[in-house]
């Protein structure tokens, strides 16, 4: 079953998503050059779980009006298993990237979550018994005395429950297509999406995997050689049509299942856009990854009727 966007046939089939744990972190900066570096590097090595020490994303820019010390913002996302695990990478991250990272602040950026991480004091002791509790902009603080001036960061950031996994791969007659169409789809997602980041490099997949391996009983994870043009030839139930050389895939994780599957819809529509595009699927492994289903069509009917 499938259904047609333009000329691309998009399959009816669903992205099979996991739970995972999530913060979302607001740094600020004296401007966007020094925002975005500490946002950049603090998210690094965090493209999937399956070897990274956790997974994570930059989400956008925030104006200065809309934040608590009125300078320039980025809200990155950090994702784990478990609070105990989110709450070490969340401090690592913090203390090695971004207080480190000049003109820096950090806030809480899911300041309505019931559920609270306090990583401010672990991180205050850097200040070597100098470092001072305050409060500053409504908010408790610690001002952490620095070689700069002062890192100044939040006592407590949020956790929810969040959304992991989400997918959809792009197949496409050749590489260059593929790729214009996953820039086009990461490019629509990051404009028009809150609350998700794309984790993998430049948000773009090329090397999607399947749960465990035919050969290599220890591995986790390995080459989704369904969906691999090269080796068409040696697997007889490909997924590949003959019209087809290249695949990309589009990894979504989110705050909430509903901001996956719209960003899962921005992101279909914008690739089905360039010619090229062969078809639309996604990913999903028989239950064995997570209990979520982001179904395509619905992604997007969601964003077609909002």
């Given at each position: 079953m499938s259904f047609k966007i333009g000329d691309v046939e998009v399959e009816d089939t669903f992205a099979e998503a996991f739970p995972m744990y999530a913060t979302r972190l607001l740094i600020t900066a004296l401007n966007e050059k020094w925002a975005l570096t500490a946002a950049r590097v603090s998210t690094g090595f965090a493209t999937s779980i399956i070897m990274s020490p956790a997974e994570a994303g930059i989400e956008r820019l925030v104006p200065p009006e809309k934040t608590p010390d009125k300078r320039i913002g980025a809200l990155i996302h950090i994702y784990h298993r478990?609070?105990?695990e989110l709450k070490l990478q969340t401090i690592v991250r913090v203390g090695q990237c971004i207080l480190t990272c000049p003109t820096t602040a950090l806030f809480d950026g899911i300041p309505r979550a019931k559920r609270k991480m306090r990583i401010g004091e672990a991180l205050a002791k850097f200040g070597d018994g100098f470092e001072v509790k305050d409060t500053m902009y409504g908010k408790v603080?610690?001002?952490?005395?620095?070689?700069?001036?002062?890192?100044?960061?939040?006592?407590?950031?949020?956790?929810?429950?969040?959304?992991?996994?989400?997918?959809?791969?792009?197949?496409?007659?050749?590489?260059?297509?593929?790729?214009?169409?996953?820039?086009?789809?990461?490019?629509?997602?990051?404009?028009?999406?809150?609350?998700?980041?794309?984790?993998?490099?430049?948000?773009?997949?090329?090397?999607?995997?399947?749960?465990?391996?035919?050969?290599?009983?220890?591995?986790?994870?390995?080459?989704?050689?369904?969906?691999?043009?090269?080796?068409?030839?040696?697997?007889?139930?490909?997924?590949?049509?003959?019209?087809?050389?290249?695949?990309?895939?589009?990894?979504?994780?989110?705050?909430?299942?509903?901001?996956?599957?719209?960003?899962?819809?921005?992101?279909?529509?914008?690739?089905?856009?360039?010619?090229?595009?062969?078809?639309?699927?996604?990913?999903?492994?028989?239950?064995?990854?997570?209990?979520?289903?982001i179904y395509l069509k619905d992604a997007v009917k969601l964003v077609e009727t909002s």
């Open positions: 478990s609070v105990p603080v610690w001002r952490i005395p620095v070689m700069e001036g002062e890192f100044v960061v939040e006592d407590t950031v949020g956790v929810v429950k969040a959304v992991a996994g989400g997918n959809f791969f792009i197949l496409a007659s050749s590489r260059e297509a593929a790729l214009e169409a996953a820039e086009r789809a990461v490019e629509e997602i990051s404009k028009k999406c809150k609350n998700v980041v794309l984790p993998f490099p430049g948000g773009i997949v090329r090397s999607g995997s399947k749960v465990g391996s035919l050969k290599y009983p220890k591995l986790i994870a390995t080459t989704n050689h369904l969906y691999c043009p090269a080796i068409r030839d040696k697997v007889p139930d490909t997924k590949i049509p003959e019209n087809v050389k290249s695949v990309m895939e589009i990894v979504i994780n989110g705050l909430d299942e509903e901001s996956v599957a719209r960003a899962t819809g921005v992101g279909v529509k914008a690739a089905c856009s360039v010619k090229g595009v062969v078809k639309i699927t996604a990913g999903n492994y028989g239950g064995k990854l997570g209990p979520y289903k």
